[in-house]
């Protein structure tokens, strides 16, 4: 960004700062009788009552994320885009490497009609897809629970185990490891082959190099999302072809290089 665009970015930032102090002085020139909308400020990490988060250094938390209470997020876990964990009435714990995918939510019950206390406990190297929804519930190391899937209070998924998309595992059912369940309400469906249980595995250390790209790039300033803009823009324009023809050669800048940990699999040509 270059002298002009720091001077207008500058000159925006306090008009608005002067339309806020202006805001805050007419209402107390009307004293009890102004309306004050009330803006509610998200946080990604929360306090509830005397309980707080305890996150890793090393876990991705989108910055949309909701970690609420008593939640546990172990070393390399990352938790996607608008998932809520909300450790409240009880906590939570997240193992190490575990992912749990964009829109999730996690939530505990303090204890069901047997008074049995209901914690929800992941594991490590776990994949929870898109838009599931745990619940009181255990899930032991490298397991998979598919997108949409609901796990109500008392659940136990075994290791190696996996929950189909979009099923529904009724109250204090256990899944046996090795094991694929499926439908509403989730039945056993099949054992998994070696390649499948193979997959749970591999898909959390994909998720786990993924989030270290998500982290780097939320972590960048203004000034730096500006100037790859400006990157990309004018290698968009690049015509390798033509380039070749003149005996041109450009490299692409570091900036706009993806660890090739993420980049999809090339096949070798025969």
Request: net charge negative; hydrophobic share 40%; proline share 3%.
């Amino acid at each position: 960004m270059g002298s002009l665009g720091r001077a207008v970015y500058t000159m925006g930032f306090w008009i608005r700062e002067t339309g806020q102090a202006l805001d805050r002085l007419g209402c107390r020139l009307q004293g009890n009788y102004y309306f004050q909308e009330q803006l509610s400020r998200h946080r990604t990490l929360m306090n509830v009552f005397d309980k707080a988060p305890a996150v890793d250094k090393s876990a991705f938390i989108a910055p949309s994320a909701s970690i609420i209470g008593d939640v546990q997020v172990g070393r390399g876990s990352s938790v996607w885009y608008g998932c809520v964990l909300r450790g409240d009435v009880n906590g939570i714990s997240v193992g190490s490497g575990t992912n749990i995918q964009d829109n999730s939510l996690v939530h505990v019950a303090k204890s069901n009609l047997s008074g049995k206390v209901l914690p929800t406990i992941i594991g490590d190297n776990v994949t929870v897809g898109h838009s599931a929804v745990i619940h009181g519930c255990t899930i032991e190391d490298e397991a998979f629970i598919g997108m949409g899937a609901t796990l109500l209070d008392g659940v136990v998924v075994e290791k190696h185990a996996m929950v189909a998309a979009g099923a529904l595992v009724r109250q204090n059912t256990r899944i046996p490891s090795g094991e694929a369940w499926g439908g509403n309400p989730a039945k056993f469906l099949r054992k998994l082959t070696d390649e499948e249980i193979a997959f749970i595995s591999q898909s959390a250390t994909n998720y786990s190099n993924l989030a270290s790209v998500h982290a780097a790039e939320n972590a960048k300033s203004f000034d730096e999302i500006e100037f790859e803009k400006v990157l990309r823009k004018k290698y968009a324009r690049r015509d390798e072809e033509y380039d070749s023809m003149l005996g041109v050669v450009r490299e692409t800048p570091p900036e706009l290089i993806l660890p090739e940990n993420i980049l999809p699999a090339q096949k070798s040509s025969q």
